[in-house]
């Protein structure tokens, strides 16, 4: 008996791709190994497939007419549907691609939403909207996406949102061998592999001891923490920024720059990105799981506390 192959497709829409070259930079495995080592068949990756266009047009006519198995359709980008709904802001060969797409979901085992824009709608669907961007099965969050909300793949999963923005190269292999191998894929309620988006951003963080003695920066490139005044949102993001650190070594709290929440639904959210929203002295989103009155009550023990290596700065992050 034959090896048995995964026929894989990776459809860009409207995207920057940054999924993509964050996929060049995977290591664990890299793009040829798991392509070689699982037995996929890429029938076509925009930047890293050997395939000519008219072979991936053919390939969608074979989908769609169930000649050609589809088991992982991977969909990178937001998917436009203007203007007033006819997709054509967005087009492949002419149609409009977001309604290719939604045919194509239908034909696939998994669906793979790679990067915030495919998941939520992301930059492009950001206010004013004007291409009518929208994920693949939610907008910012809610239902509006492409897929209705009980959409199912033909394997019973709805869409597998990894975002990012961009993903985590290793978030997108390792969802991809799950799939391939048949491993079980627990995902959170936001669709998001729970393996991949459980852990904060700021449970990694260097900066954390800064955070616990509320030394707070309101500058970049300084040595504390950046909640309190430059808008980080590591305390309530789920990503593996600084558990499974980029390029082997940095993030982006790790280089000074806060947590842009860039995985969440509401990104890029409606507010300046690099500023913490108070209500008088107090952030009016506090870390995850923490109330209001204790935050207030700790907050001023804790600077009282802090020793003095953290207060003169003397530890690096
Ligand atoms: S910089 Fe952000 S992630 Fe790091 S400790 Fe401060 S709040 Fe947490």
Redesign the pocket.
Same mark, same amino acid.
Do not use: E, S
């Given at each position: 008996m034959g090896i048995i192959k995964t026929n894989l497709l990776w459809i860009q829409a409207g995207s920057c791709s940054g999924d993509t070259m964050s996929l060049l930079c995977a290591d664990k495995p890299s793009w040829p190994e798991l392509v070689a080592q699982h037995n996929i068949n890429v029938l076509w990756q925009p930047s890293l497939s050997t395939r000519s266009f008219n072979e991936l047009l053919t390939d969608i006519d074979l989908i769609l007419s169930d000649q050609l198995e589809l088991n992982i359709l991977c969909i990178e980008g937001s998917l436009a549907l203007g203007p007033n709904n006819t997709g054509m802001f967005d087009t492949l060969d002419s149609k409009p691609k977001a309604f290719i797409v939604k045919e194509l979901a239908q034909k696939a085992d998994y669906v793979v939403a790679v990067g915030t824009c495919a998941a939520f709608g992301g930059i492009p669907a950001a206010p004013p909207n004007p291409t009518e961007c929208t994920g693949m099965q939610s907008f910012q969050g809610s239902d509006d996406g492409l897929l209705p909300m009980d959409w199912r793949s033909n394997k019973g999963l709805p869409v597998i949102n990894i975002s990012g923005c961009p993903t985590h190269p290793n978030t997108i292999m390792q969802t991809i061998i799950a799939l391939t191998q048949g491993y079980p894929l627990p995902l959170n309620d936001m669709q998001q592999p729970k393996a991949h988006y459980s852990t904060l951003? +700021?449970q990694g =963080?260097s900066?954390?001891e800064? +955070?616990e003695y509320d030394i707070e920066e309101d500058k970049f490139g300084e040595a504390g =923490?950046?909640?309190y005044n430059l808008g =980080?949102q590591?305390?309530y993001t789920t990503a593996t920024c600084n558990t499974e650190l980029w390029n082997n070594r940095s993030s982006k709290?790790r280089e000074g720059v806060? =947590?842009l929440g860039c995985v969440s639904p509401d990104f890029p959210r409606n507010a300046p990105l690099f500023t913490t929203e108070k209500v008088g002295d107090i952030p009016v989103a506090l870390p995850l799981g923490v109330s209001r009155p204790r935050y207030m009550a700790y907050k001023g023990l804790a600077k009282d506390a802090a020793p003095i290596r953290i207060i003169e700065r003397k530890m690096k992050p």
């Open positions: 951003v +700021h =963080c900066r954390n800064y +955070h =923490c950046l909640f =980080c590591g305390p709290t806060p =947590c």
